[in-house]
T-cell receptor, first 112, second 113 residues
Framework: GQNIDQPTEMTATEGAIVQINCTYQ??????LFWYQQHAGEAPTFLSY????GLEEKGRFSSFLSRSKGYSYLLLKELQMKDSASYLC?????????????FGKGTKLSVIP | DAGVIQSPRHEVTEMGQEVTLRCKPI?????LFWYRQTMMRGLELLIY????????DSGMPEDRFSAKMPNASFSTLKIQPSEPRDSAVYFC???????????FGQGTRLTVV
């Protein structure tokens, strides 16, 4: 991904909490997405942050700091089905334009 | 709605052949995106359209790649001639103007031998 950095792989234990970090280039930024992608499947939307702070949605939360160009995805009470790649993506949108750029993804393995 | 529909799901072709990938976006969506995903490079934006008009094709790797959107319900991505390094999963996604969530199709896994 263009100027979007996230760890390549992470491993966590079932029932635990894991935090996946993402840093991005702050210029031309409107918002930050997290997508989940299971192996062999399409990415699916998890969260969108446009303002600083924490957005909570069930077991998943996403945090954004626009001044630092930093976001994280927090997964609580991990389940085996959470094993997937998690893609951080930033968006720039303007008149008629919509640039959605993805990081390379973090492959999360949840172990018993 | 059936979601974003891509065809074929899998394509195996020989080097030098023409390949055409197809996408039907969600009805009413204004934006259509073509992405390519590989292990090495992740998910890369190739081109996107707004109201059937190409807005940014700077991600198209070479002149061998071309994309069209003749109407609001159909787009194609063509590779001619194909090369082994084009092997990847190609995703199409669509988005409604004013919305924040882009919906992805199931992808086309292309293998060029």
């Amino acid at each position: 991904g263009q100027n979007i950095d996230q760890p390549t792989e992470m491993t966590a234990t079932e029932g635990a909490i894991v935090q996946i970090n993402c840093t991005y280039q702050t210029s031309g930024f409107n918002g930050l997405f997290w997508y989940q992608q299971h192996a062999g499947e399409a990415p699916t939307f998890l969260s969108y942050n446009v303002l600083d702070g924490l957005e909570e949605k069930g077991r998943f939360s996403s945090f954004l700091s626009r001044s630092k160009g930093y976001s994280y995805l927090l997964l609580k009470e991990l389940q085996m089905k959470d094993s997937a790649s998690y893609l951080c993506a930033r968006v720039y949108s303007g008149a008629g334009s919509y640039q959605l750029t993805f990081g390379k993804g973090t492959k999360l393995s949840v172990i018993p | 709605d059936a979601g974003v529909i891509q065809s074929p799901r899998h394509e195996v072709t020989e080097m030098g052949q023409e390949v055409t990938l197809r996408c039907k976006p969600i009805s009413g969506h204004d934006y259509l995106f073509w992405y390519r995903q590989t292990m090495m490079r992740g998910l890369e934006l190739l081109i996107y359209f707004n109201n059937n008009v190409p807005i940014d094709d700077s991600g198209m790797p070479e002149d061998r790649f071309s994309a069209k959107m003749p109407n609001a319900s159909f787009s194609t991505l063509k590779i001619q001639p194909s090369e082994p390094r084009d092997s990847a999963v190609y995703f199409c996604a669509s988005l409604r103007q004013g919305s924040t969530e882009a919906f992805f199709g199931q992808g086309t896994r292309l293998t060029v031998v």
